[in-house]
């Protein structure tokens, strides 16, 4: 046999993409070539390949070697080929037999100088493609191993070393994965969050800690804005705590983003928390969005069942803001470049925190502010109004009073003291209500709905309706801004059990109004 072919995979975006390897060895001048559209890192395995297969114990040939990576108008990317690469050259030499397992398993994996195995990033994704393409098993690095085990329906198997491939050929029982998916959950979820701030902990500020119990229990966007030491980030890091646990789906699909764009370890082979992601304002689009030549998720992605956190929204340029709209629509975002274009998901809930004015104390009762009604009128032009549209609850976190400073826990009804476990019990049963009622729809949240979805769910009787003439009236909505207020109240209803919507769920939403009442102020003082 002069030619052989191998099973593997490739990363495009976050998906998994089957690629095979075939490997031709035939006489002539010794030379080693790699053809396929390879990248850079794919090309130098030439180096790391011949040197492992030597200590490994076997030859390389001498003779003409020849790689091709089949589809060839496919980029081929990362460290994962150089196992298959290698298992190719050495079945093409004849240095084992052709058995089932090598023709219908993918290989993946890098490889050291020594032949040993080294964790490869986007194992996840290559299993799950493997899965979805029907084959038998999928062979990784050791280390990779519990990772590969979380896609049920294909065995897995873990290499330590080359020197192994004869032995695993001839008998691969020693080598299978002994984990199993829901095992490996549960190993894990009860792992603490890393962000150990509770609601019990949090001073005062009753108001945005509803606020954001209602954006938890609806998947709702929020942003909170104040004078600086309120609280506000604060509230944000105790936001994640009050979040519903992921479902195993949504652990698959948040650990395949993490896994691709290399922010697994094998210590932490899934993310079984909802991800929290804080980019400083000096963040470019492309790293919001996504980006690169070959497109990486970016901040949006990495995001996804989980919460954006932008401090000092206003600080953000323009351009970040911007482009934030599609996806906070879409839920999902779109890379173009000259070769390629990729769809990310982005659905997340963006939490967003500001002051009030360049100085942050305007509207303060303690602190005058020293801003000009222009200054202030540029400053919050920053964020523009198809972008506050989309942003459901708005309100302001007002310094606390003397006596919230000074107050102790004992100091409280302890009835008054909730936990974020507490809080969490309502969203998750919340959540369940919006389970219950999109079942088969493909919705997990009402900020989900579609307009057929509120036409159904969001009926309102003769008192709500004439409420919600009068917020038309009053705040001027848009038809984006009347169906987020409309979704918005079905959430409160859903938070206290009611089936129906009524006038006391709207009027607690047009509560959360805020930073529109701030912008309306600025003209005026810019009439003074």
């Not at 390879?38 to 390949?49: F, G, L, M, Q, W």
């Not at 076997?58 to 298959?84: E, Q, R, T, W, Y």
């Not at 150990?196 to 804005?225: C, M, P, T, W, Y």
Request: charged share 20%; proline share 6%; glycine share 8%.
């Amino acid at each position: 046999m002069t030619v052989s072919r191998i099973l593997t995979g490739t990363i495009n975006g976050i998906e998994g993409e089957q690629v095979f390897v075939e490997a031709d060895t035939t006489m002539g001048v010794p030379a080693f070539n790699i053809v396929g559209l390879p990248d850079a890192t794919v090309n130098e395995a030439k180096e790391r390949i011949k040197s492992a297969i030597k200590n490994a114990g076997f030859v390389f040939p001498l003779k003409k070697v020849i790689i091709n990576l089949a589809p060839a108008d496919v980029k081929k990317v990362g460290s994962g080929f150089d196992l298959p690469m290698a298992v190719s050259i050495l079945h093409s030499a004849e240095n084992f037999v052709s058995t089932a397992l090598l023709e219908h398993a993918v290989f993946w994996g890098e490889l050291s100088l020594d032949g040993s195995l080294r964790p490869v990033k986007g194992t996840l994704a290559i299993a799950l493609m493997a899965r979805a393409q029907g084959l038998q098993a999928i062979v990784v690095p050791k280390e990779n191993l519990a990772e590969a085990s979380l896609v049920d329906g294909i065995e897995v198997y873990g290499l330590e070393h080359l020197s192994q491939l004869p032995l695993f050929l001839d008998d691969p029982t020693p080598f299978r994965s002994a984990f199993k998916a829901h095992a490996l959950l549960e190993a894990v979820k009860h792992q603490p969050s890393a962000y150990h701030v509770d609601f019990s902990e949090i001073k005062g500020q009753q108001h945005a800690k509803r606020a954001l119990e209602i954006a938890a229990a609806g998947g709702h966007n929020i942003a909170l804005f104040g004078p600086p030491g309120s609280g506000k980030s604060m509230l944000a890091k105790a936001f994640t705590a009050i979040l519903p646990p992921m479902d195993f789906e949504e652990i698959l699909e948040v650990s395949r983003i993490y896994s691709v764009s290399g922010l697994l370890n094998p210590s932490q082979f899934l993310v079984h928390h909802r991800p929290f992601r804080s980019p400083h304002h000096s963040a470019s689009p492309a790293g919001i969005t996504g980006g690169g030549s070959h497109p990486k998720p970016g901040e949006i992605t990495l995001a996804h069942r989980g919460v954006l956190f932008m401090d000092e929204f206003t600080e953000f340029p323009r351009p970040v803001l911007e482009v934030l709209r599609q996806p906070l629509e879409d839920g999902v975002v779109t890379v173009s470049r000259a070769q390629v274009s990729l769809t990310f998901p982005a659905n997340f809930i963006l939490l967003a925190a500001m002051n009030p004015c360049p100085c942050g104390y305007k509207g303060d009762t303690m602190k005058a502010c020293i801003c000009g009604p222009n200054q202030v009128q540029r400053y919050l032009a920053k964020i523009s109004g198809p972008l506050m549209d989309r942003i459901d609850l708005q309100l302001e976190v007002a310094r606390l009073t003397e006596s919230e400073l000074l107050s102790k826990n004992q100091d409280v009804p302890n009835e008054a003291i909730e936990t974020s476990a507490q809080v969490q019990e309502r969203v998750i049963q919340a959540r369940e209500r919006q389970q219950a009622r999109f079942e088969g729809s493909g919705i997990r949240t009402n900020s989900e709905m579609l307009p057929a979805h509120i036409k159904q769910h969001c009926q309102l009787d003769a008192p709500t309706e004439a409420l919600m003439s009068q917020a038309v009236k009053r705040f001027n909505l848009s038809g984006r801004g009347f169906d987020r207020l409309l979704k918005l109240t079905r959430t409160i209803a859903d938070l206290e059990n009611s089936d129906t919507i009524q006038a006391q769920h709207l009027a607690e939403a047009l509560q959360y109004r805020g930073f529109e009442r701030l912008m309306q102020t600025v003209p005026t003082l810019a009439k003074i």
